[in-house]
């Protein structure tokens, strides 16, 4: 039984799934903790096995991966880099015989996405380098470079902006913008974190809300709380909010349900947490992404007074004491 599910679970991670395998592996997650464990035991070693280094996604890139609760139906598609490096997603056209496509349907996006554990990097037509963390995405319409250079981002990137004079490149998240002529920045915009962070590295930017414009130089970190709209700028290591490039988390300073926030963001799994005496209280800590979430949380309780368990539906409790 268990080498049927293991095997099962090792096609499901290459993409060659159905609805009855699916169906039987969400069963034997839901039957306890440990199978959960198991697992993740077994994507960890696939992972390791099969998946490309963060160097070597220059050359091709993982596209679209759908995942569903408890990352029980992934589909991954693979995309070549297209002329010039840019990696492009053409949305499907349904053509009518006699009907010619709408104006809507003509101005088509170039998308790419990624999903659990994943980076991938993308040269944009411009030369612009961007670096993409798990569960993100970047958008552009085709004419990228008829005028003003605009993307739009859902999740964390590592923009490596081509400086082109007069061509002003925008980054437009979920109810702000950051302009920018050629420079070096970060964004992490997750939406079920609430917190647009930016962490400019070199050049400058300008981030800008209804109503608010921030300037911003090397050095500079600006941290919005989407759900208040409070904002702070603050002077420090910008370099380590880049540190998930090198598949690690590095934080002088954090709250744990910040960083359980981060957690559930990356892995893409719910967290819920149950704050102790001190919620407030922060901790220096530097995690290794490519251990499971059972690892990072299991080493958490070593440094931290908590403690973890999954519920039968796949959600992780960590209460604090």
Known sequence: MMDHIKKICLEFFAGDTDERRAAEIQEFLSESPSHRALYETWENEWYAREVPSFSQVNSFARIKADIRSRKVARAWR?????????????????????????????????????????????????????????????????????????????????????????????VNLDGSHVNVLGTKFNVSAYRGENLCEVALLEGSVEFTTPGTRVEMIPGEILRMDTAQGEMEKIKGNASKDISWMDNKLDYDRITLDRLLR???????????????????????????????????????????PVKWTVSPDGTYCVTEY
């Not at 102790?276 to 440094?303: C, M, Q, R, W, Y």
Request: contains cysteine; charged residues 20%; positive net charge.
């Open 78 to 170: 693979w995309a070549a880099v297209a002329a010039c490096a840019a990696i492009v997603v053409i949305s499907t056209v349904l053509l009518v015989p006699g009907r010619k496509p709408s104006p809507k349907v003509e101005e088509m996006l170039c998308i790419v996405e990624t999903g659990c554990r994943e980076k991938t990097k993308v040269v944009l037509p411009d030369s612009t380098q961007v670096w993409l963390n798990a569960f993100s995405r970047i958008s552009y319409n085709k004419d990228f470079l008829s005028g003003d250079r605009i993307v739009s981002l859902e999740g964390e990137a590592y923009f490596d902006v081509k400086k082109l004079p007069g061509r002003k490149f925008t």
């Open 262 to 304: 981060r957690l559930s963001s990356l892995y893409g799994v719910q967290i819920d947490y149950t704050p102790g005496k001190h919620p407030g209280a922060t901790f220096g800590v530097i995690l290794n992404l490519e251990e499971s979430l059972s690892g990072i949380l299991d080493g958490l309780t070593l440094i931290r």
